[in-house]
């Protein structure tokens, strides 16, 4: 839109195009302040995400903490001091509890490690969930505004044309 707002005036016989074009600033700020280039929706987006994100934060850091302290209290008791994910799941290798298919390796999962998780996994489906919604929230916006995108995208159209034709005229002295 700023780029025709520097050409209107100069091309009369363009200024009923440039009229026509209608930017729904609103519009425009909502998908700004809440999506960035690449379509990652942001913390932003919605005060209740902000905060989702800050709690998974606040309790992945608690957990790798939980984790660290854990493994130094136990360390006689563990054969490696390895941390694995285990179907989402963070799990010591060791030989206190569970065991693999190959014998090779157990799992153990303290308590406070399972509450902390699921609580992590309850604030992920949240997260999801609040996504999802600003998603449908901004598509029915589109959408309401889906008439009116499609004739500025068909204007836009007409103008790309009419001045590739005049660049290319100009570059090669062409006159009708």
């Given at each position: 839109q700023l780029e025709f707002q520097?050409?209107?005036?100069?091309?009369?016989?363009?200024e009923d195009l440039f009229e026509s074009l209608v930017v729904n600033e609103a519009l425009i700020r909502h998908i700004d302040l809440g999506f960035s280039e690449q379509g990652k929706v942001l913390d932003?987006?919605?005060?209740?995400?902000a905060a989702l994100r800050q709690s998974i934060n606040s309790i992945e850091s608690g957990i790798d903490k939980q984790i660290q302290s854990f493994m130094n209290k136990n360390r006689a008791m563990l054969s490696e001091a390895v941390v694995s994910l285990q179907h989402g799941r963070k799990t010591f290798l060791g030989t206190i509890y569970g065991e693999s298919a190959?014998?090779?390796?157990?799992?153990?999962?303290?308590?406070?490690?399972?509450?902390?998780?699921?609580?992590?996994?309850?604030?992920k489906s949240q997260?999801?969930?609040?996504?999802?919604?600003?998603?449908?929230?901004?598509?029915q916006l589109i959408g309401s505004e889906s008439s009116q995108i499609r004739a500025d995208l068909d204007t836009v159209a007409d103008l790309d044309a009419i001045?590739?034709?005049?660049?290319?005229?100009?570059?090669?002295?062409?006159?009708?």
């Open positions: 520097k050409l209107e005036g100069s091309y009369p016989a363009l932003r987006a919605s005060t209740h995400l190959s014998g090779q390796s157990v799992y153990f999962e303290p308590e406070f490690l399972t509450r902390m998780q699921n609580e992590l996994q309850g604030l997260e999801a969930d609040e996504i999802e919604r600003i998603c449908r929230e901004t598509s001045f590739a034709r005049a660049t290319w005229g100009a570059k090669n002295d062409g006159v009708v």
